[in-house]
C-alpha cells in the first residue's frame, strides 16, 4: 500500500461525511470476498448476474453484483426480480457489518447519528473495479429513505470524490481508500454528488481476496422504514 508510513486516524471529513480507515481486518475482507464470489457464481446465465451496466451515457466501467433490490437502467429504478429471478437476499452477517460501521461512524458526526438506530440495510450493490477502472461523479436518488450510504473497499487503493449536492462542480472533498476502510455518507451529504475518479493499480494487500482490481459494497436503505 501506498500510504503505509502515513497515520490514518478516524475523521469527520466534512459535515455528513467520515472516513474509518482499517476498520475491516484483512481475514475478514478476504471472507467477505469469497463469500461475494460464491453469490456471484450462482447467478451466472441468469438477467442478475454480475455485469457491466449500460447507462444512457454509455456502458460503465464497473461490474455490479445485486443483494437485496437490483439497481435497474433505463428507467432508473429499484427491482426485486427480473427475469422470472428473485434478487438475493443481503446475508444477516453484511448487514450486521453495516450497521456497526454506521454505529462506527456515527460518533464522528452528528447527522449520522439521528439515523444510526433505526437504519435497516435492505440493499447492498457491490462494484467491481478492474484495474484503473473509475466511476463518475453521480448522486444516488433513488431511494426513498434519506437513511446514510456505508460503503467498504477491499482490494486496490481509490480516490473517492464528494461534492456539493447542487452539481458535479468543486469544491470537493477527496479521500483515499485503502483496503478495509469504510466511507459513510450521509445528512446534508445524503444527495451530494459523489465518484471514484482514480484507482491505484496493484496497490491491494495480499490476504484480501482479490487477486487485482477492487470492489466496494455500498450498503443503502431503499425503503423508509
Known sequence: MLFDALP????????????LPNWLPLEQQARIVGQLRDVARELVGTPLEMRRP???????????????????????????????HTVPPIPDNLVELATSALASAALYDESLARSAASFSPDMALVNYYPPGATMGLHQDLNEASPAPIVSLSIGDEALFRIGSTENRNKPWDDVTLASGDVIVFGGPKRLAFHGVPKTRPGTLPEGCGLAEGRINVTFRQVEVG
Request: charged fraction near 10%.
Open 54 to 84: 449500460q447507462l444512457k451515457s454509455g456502458q460503465m466501467q464497473v461490474f455490479m453484483l445485486h443483494l437485496g433490490r437490483m439497481w435497474a437502467t433505463n428507467p432508473y429504478r429499484y427491482v426485486t426480480s427480473l427475469g422470472g
Open 8 to 19: 490514518r486516524d478516524n475523521t469527520q471529513v466534512t459535515p455528513g461525511v467520515v472516513h
